[in-house]
Structures are given as C-alpha cells and as structure tokens.
C-alpha cells in the first residue's frame, strides 16, 4: 500500500500537469483565432489575382506557358506542410497516412518532396524518400518570405528542369475545431479550368502590355498566384495545428482532473484509516491500562 | 470623377477606397491614372506610389508586383507595400549605407544585383521619408492598416 507522502507527491505532480495543459490549451486557442484571421486576410491577394488571370486568360492562350503543360508523368513532387511540434493530436500522422495511400495508387512513379514542418521531414527521412527541399521553424505570424525557398524548389524542379511532371501538395485543412481534414490538391501544371470565368463575372474590353508581351506579365504573376496558394495552405495548417493542440490540451486537462480525483480519495481514505487505526491503537491501550 | 482603388499584399489587404488619381512607377516609367483609363496590366517597379482623393495627397513605397488598370478600379498587387508613415527610416538608412560600402568591393554580377536593389529599396523610402519631415509638404498620412 502506498504511504500517504506518496500519494501526496503524486498528487501535486498530476495537479502540475494540469496547469501546464490548461495553460498550452489556451495558448494554442488564442493562436488558432490569429492563424485564421490570417488566413482570411489573404484572400484578397489570392482573389484578385484570380480574377487577373481570368481575364487575361479570356484572351491569351495560357497553353504555351510551362505552368500548363500536361507532360507524361514519371516523378511527382510533393509539398508536404506539416507542424513543427508536437501535441497536436492525430493530424500529422492522418496525414502521413493519406500520402502513403496516395503513393501507393501509384506505384509507376517516383516521389520526391520539399517540406515545409519539422514533423512532415522526418516521415520522409524515416520513409527514405528523396528530400529536394527543408523548409522549417515557419513562424505564424512570420512573412511570406519564409516559405519562400519551398516555392522556389518546386518551380526549379518543375518548370527550370522540368524534373517533376505534377506537383501537389498536402496539408491539413480546417474545418472547425473539432474537425480538421488531410487534405491533398494538385498545385501543378494549374488546371486551366481552375480560370474559367465564373458566370456573371465582368469581363471588360482588351488589356494593353506594359512591357507589351503578356508572357513577361505571365511570368510575373502566375508565381505569386502558386506563392499565394501555398502561403495560405501553410496559414491554413497553422489553424488546423492550434485547434488539434487545443482539443489534446483540453483532454489531457480532463484526465489530469479525473487523476487528481481519484488520488485525493485514497489519499483522503488512507488518511481515515490510519487515524481510525490510532484510534483503537491508543483506546485498547487505555484499557489495558484499566484492567491492570 | 473617381474610381475604385484596391491594395493589396501577399499577406493583407490594405487599402479599398474611392480616389481620384493615382501615379505609379511602372517597369516602363512613371504613368498617371484617372478614370476611365484605358485596360491595361503593368509591372511595377521600386517607387513611390501617389494617391490623391479631393484634396488630398497620400504617398506610399512599392517594390514590385502588378497592376491592373480598368476603367473604374485600379488594382495594385504589391510584392512590398508600405505606408509612407510605416517607413522605418533608420532601417533605411542603414540599409543605404551598407549596400553602398559593399558595393564599392568586387563581387559577383548576381550579388551586386542584389545589393543595386536594395541600395534603391533603401534610397527611395529615404526620399519619401524626406519629403514628409520637409517644411511645406503636403503630404498626409494615408489611410488603410497599420502594421500588425
């Protein structure tokens, strides 16, 4: 039977525990609401420069640039964006699993990755993948710069090399708290259905050049339009990431309650039992006493 | 006469508002918008950016990006977008005199190129920095969101 000091120290380490995952549990859920806002701030970027690419796409053919090129398909990157840490729950490993199953519909092809997440780079060393791309310790409040080394791999690989055939990338979208879903999208050679006007939309008269080849305007645009979309599947990670620690945190508060109840208990049993003990301990002793 | 003028970064939206005239540094020279302007779609330079609504005058710095002019909207995609009291001067400055100390040393072309761009960055925020504190200008503090 364990002594009451024991039961003691256990108890003030659980109770530790506690604050500590009350405290990462509101952290993380202050974090989400800043990861979604961002998220929400940049659709703007993301929307006009859509609405751009529709136009311009009304007129030029988008079909000679490289980003459109539909080629047989031997090597895929893949965009992997997972967390940094840990305590996140199931979302890494679901996504893991996903791109194991993607991978495994299509043995004819090799895979090569560039990852954005801690977590994300060592699946794929664990897998013994090729890894073209390391980009890690993204902050959440951080800039667009800081992914960009990840976007600059793939255009190298996909569109300067022309390594890679398709590129597509995985992230974990957000639906609510308590829902967040792997997700998987194919980022390259962009769908030129992706630019169909929607129906309704303006459409105004011809566009001049300035410099007068759309090529070079092309050139200029459609990076920032693949930049914009990682950016915001990074952003979108982020919220996913603090609502999954959020939910863990709050479990593990639950727990920890759960444990303290149940030690305070014994605790407050054992106690009982040692004073009843003492009790007829000294009392048998007094009448001993007595009857002497 | 006016129109809709968007700006917008990467990472937020800056600015929506109703104005009157923009001027612009474009890859192929400076150019006035009013409306009812012609469509066009240009590339933007390192510059200063100029907006003007009734009376008012606002001055932004831009580096980069794309614009797209419609007869009743403007709008700016910009790699750097700053307002011009966001500038941080003694960034700038220092930023300055870097690049112009590394500059006087060999290197290489695609180096120096870097540095020729920053050296510019950094001159023309100093420039709009300048007019600001100058006696007379009439340069206001524009409006759309601080920083975060």
């Known amino acids: 039977m364990a002594s009451l000091r024991s039961i003691r120290t256990r108890i003030k380490s659980v109770k530790n525990t506690r604050q500590i995952t009350k405290a990462m549990e509101m952290v993380a859920s202050a974090k989400m609401r800043r990861a979604q806002q961002r998220v929400l701030d940049t659709r703007p970027y993301a929307d006009r420069i859509h609405e751009i690419l529709v136009r311009m796409g009304t007129r030029s053919s988008f079909s000679t640039h490289p980003y459109f090129q539909v080629k047989p398909v031997k090597k895929v990157g893949i965009v992997l964006v997972s967390t940094d840490r840990g305590l996140c729950g199931p979302i890494n490993s679901n996504l893991f699993r996903s791109i194991l199953k993607f991978m495994g519909e299509r043995p004819e092809v090799e895979f090569e990755f560039v990852t954005i997440g801690k977590k994300g780079r060592d699946f794929v060393r664990r897998s013994g993948r090729k890894l073209v791309g390391v980009v890690d310790g993204v902050k959440d409040r951080g800039p667009i710069t800081e992914i960009l080394p990840a976007t600059q791999v793939v255009i190298e690989e996909f569109a300067d090399k022309g390594e890679w055939q398709e590129v597509w990338i995985f992230y974990t979208q957000f639906i609510s708290i308590m829902s967040q879903k792997p997700m998987m999208e194919r980022i390259l050679p962009i769908k030129p259905e992706h630019l169909q006007p929607k129906e309704g939309a303006e459409l105004s008269g011809e566009y001049l050049y300035e410099p007068d080849d759309s090529r070079e305007i092309l050139d200029v645009l459609l990076p920032r339009y693949f930049e914009t979309i990682i950016f915001q599947r990074v952003l979108e990670n982020f919220a996913s990431e603090y609502s999954a620690r959020m939910v863990a945190m709050k479990n593990a508060t639950t727990n920890a309650k759960e444990v303290i109840y149940g030690l305070t208990l014994t605790y407050n049993k054992l106690r009982q039992a040692n004073i009843t003990k003492e009790i007829s301990e000294i009392s048998s002793g007094a009448e001993a006493i007595q009857q002497g | 006469m006016s129109f809709q003028l968007t700006l917008v970064t990467q990472e937020k939206s800056l600015l929506t508002e109703v104005v009157d005239f923009v001027q612009a540094k474009g890859v ?121």
């Open chain 2, 28 to 148: 192929e020279g400076e150019f006035g918008v009013l409306t009812g302007h012609t469509p066009f779609l240009t590339l933007l330079d390192v510059g200063e950016f100029i907006v003007r609504k009734g009376e008012s005058t606002y001055a932004y710095f831009v580096a980069g990006g794309i614009v797209e002019v419609l007869p009743h909207q403007v709008t700016v995609l910009a790699d750097i977008l700053e307002r011009e009291d966001e500038i941080d001067a003694g960034r700038a400055e220092k930023a300055r005199n870097n690049a112009e100390k590394a500059l006087k040393e060999p290197m290489a072309e695609d180096t120096r190129v870097l540095y020729q761009q920053a050296y510019r960055r950094a001159s023309v925020r100093l420039r709009l920095v300048a007019r600001r504190s100058a006696p007379g200008g009439n340069i206001q503090t524009p409006p759309g969101t601080g920083p975060n």
